[in-house]
DNA sequence: CCAAAGTGACCGCTCGGTAAGTTACCCGAC
DNA sequence: GTCGGGTAACTTACCGAGCGGTCACTTTGG
């Protein structure tokens, strides 16, 4: 990290451009972390996944924290870009599988980003918890507003309510995902289709209240 | 363990009975396994949260994965019990309400209970992750069942669906026990009230249904 | 005085992280 | 063309800390 960074192959290079080997150490730790979790999650475990050894995570990356910092700064940034993509639109059910579907496709082929962000076992202070705190706090900014706008017409829901209605909401989000990461099979389409199928049985009315709105 | 226990204060006994040493070790497990989970909790911090030292926790319970594992059953037990007192009654989204509320009151003072059940940071086979998935597939039935009641009016459900719903459900209780978790001053029955506020917003119709037939 | 309760010190292991040495590549000299 | 030599890439071997777990010893109370 100290060392001036070459873009190219340059004198020295051994094996493969600087570059590539990143997105092979960043793959291989996202795997890792998604799948064990911050603290559960090895530096041997992710060289070994790499195909090199412990030391080059340390001359590419510095720290665990670092390495886990970059892996949760692209999921996050993919996490909040699909979502806010998704709150153009009409206020009413159809946005939530509008980010819903928005979700699917940022995550497919990379399940684990979901848990990057939202994983337990980060330390309860510092600068990754600080990160991850971030983007849970944005993506749930993003959803309060969708969740406020579908609130709007029932004025009697007070704040404390909303925010429970945005936690239950990512709540929801996480299980489809966890749900998802059982069922690998299934494309994302698939889950989004799958996901708007159960939501118009759940909420028949509101859901065809959206429904009727958006054809009509 | 291997010892015969003595239920009362006998010779050479120092302290406390070993019923009421049993009852603090316990104690102070679930809450650190609770936050820290089984893989971040340390048997260390255990006793020191219990007044005593490490050796003890061994003499009282052999090893961390016995620990654990009945923290794991005073708590699985507890929380398949509520579930399953709350699923008489009408097949509808009262139900759910019931269900939820029997679990806040299942888990007053005892929020960590739920994470010790569907603690991520289990080793991905042996004993302990044999013994939590049996309570979580336990607790999935009688959710299943619940689901299939309240989905059997459409038939045109999938059983892949189902699963999906029943998997969406116990996350939207996973983050209703997290809200909690983040308001600690709310008393199980408020937050019963709450999400019987939030479910008569989210699905009217339904809830107006349900409300009727339980009325009528 | 004796048995049970309780502890300090230790073991082997794995962790994050590092220092020092080895290997492979590019490039200029011949 | 090939042949060192310098530099970047990479590895082996190690450190201190904290983990689960154990043992020999001391304290306490009937």
Redesign the interface.
């Known amino acids: 990290m100290s060392k001036q960074p070459r873009t190219t192959q340059g004198v020295g290079t051994k094996g493969m451009p600087r570059k590539d080997r990143e997105r092979l150490i960043l793959e291989a730790a996202a795997e890792e972390f998604g799948v064990k979790?911050y603290?559960?999650g090895s530096t041997a475990r992710v060289a070994a996944l790499a195909g090199i050894t412990k030391p080059m995570i340390y001359e590419y990356f510095g720290s665990k924290d670092s390495l886990y910092l970059t892996c949760l700064d692209e999921a996050g940034t993919r996490l909040v870009e699909a979502v806010a993509s998704a709150q153009q639109g009409p206020s009413d059910l159809s946005r939530a599988v509008r980010t819903l579907e928005a979700v699917f496709r940022a995550l497919a082929s990379r399940l684990h980003d979901w848990e990057l962000v939202y994983d337990?076992?980060l330390p309860p202070d510092g600068p990754l918890h600080d990160a991850a705190t971030a983007y849970r706090r944005e993506l749930n900014r993003l959803g309060a507003v969708g969740v406020a706008e579908f609130?709007h017409a029932?004025p009697e829901?007070e704040p404390?309510?909303a925010?429970?209605?945005t936690?239950?909401w990512?709540?929801?989000v996480?299980?489809?995902v966890?749900?998802w990461r059982h069922?690998p099979e299934q494309t994302a389409d698939e889950m989004a289709a799958?996901?708007e199928?159960?939501v118009a049985?759940?909420?028949?009315?509101?859901w065809a209240a959206s429904d009727q709105r958006r054809q009509g």
Do not use: E, I, M
């Not at 049985?201 to 509101?206: F, I, S």
């Open positions: 979790g603290a559960g337990a076992t609130l029932s829901v404390l309510d925010d429970l209605v936690h239950l990512y709540g929801t996480s299980a489809a966890s749900w069922h799958r996901f199928r159960v049985v759940l909420c028949p009315d509101l």
